[in-house]
């Protein structure tokens, strides 16, 4: 018997707590590092505040740390969740908004499209379970052609 699929309201529950992050940006190198998701603001509790921080390493051998922020917010109609900028260039403007639903051949896929000056970023979340999802990021342009792939692994709590 199948598994009920998850809603976005389910999904956007479950990505509350810390998790381990591992990407790969191809020719440019792989991103270690830790994920948080946590409340934004106690009376908001339709936005989790997304930080990632860790170290880029280069094909080269050289390391640099970074981070990245977003805020994810819940909508209800239609269900959704919604990633918004937190840089200041952009800062509360829409990324991508992500409706579940679609299977794929590893789990509920949301995909959206960002433009970005004459590059598209075509988001793909593709949600396993509680403890799992990935990203995959194409982005495709006259400035830009690679893919992102991100893996998130739920830490376990101490």
């Known amino acids: 018997m199948n598994k009920p699929k998850p809603a976005a309201s389910d999904i956007f ?33 339709e936005i989790l ?3 990632e921080e860790g170290f880029l390493t280069r094909p080269d051998g050289k390391q640099f740390d970074g981070y990245r922020e977003y805020d ?15 840089d200041p260039l952009s800062f509360g403007n829409r990324y991508v908004m992500l409706q579940f639903g679609e299977d794929a051949t590893d789990g509920l896929c949301a995909h959206d499209i960002h433009p970005c ?8 979340m593709i949600w396993q379970d509680d403890g799992h999802f990935e990203t995959k990021i194409k982005i495709t342009g ?5 893919l992102l792939h991100s893996i998130y692994q739920r830490k376990q709590s101490d």
């Not at 998790?19 to 908001?44: Q, Y």
């Not at 000056?117 to 793909?124: A, I, K, L, N, T």
């Open 13 to 45: 529950t479950a990505l509350a707590g810390q998790w381990s992050l591992e990407r790969d940006l191809g020719d440019v190198g792989r991103f270690v590092g830790d994920v948080t998701f946590e409340k934004a603001e106690p009376t908001k509790p």
């Open 49 to 51: 505040r997304y930080r």
């Open 117 to 124: 000056g004459e590059d598209f970023y075509h988001h793909c």
């Open 72 to 86: 994810f917010v819940l909508h209800k109609d239609p269900a959704a969740i919604e990633l918004l900028f937190r």
């Open 142 to 146: 006259p400035k830009k052609n690679h």
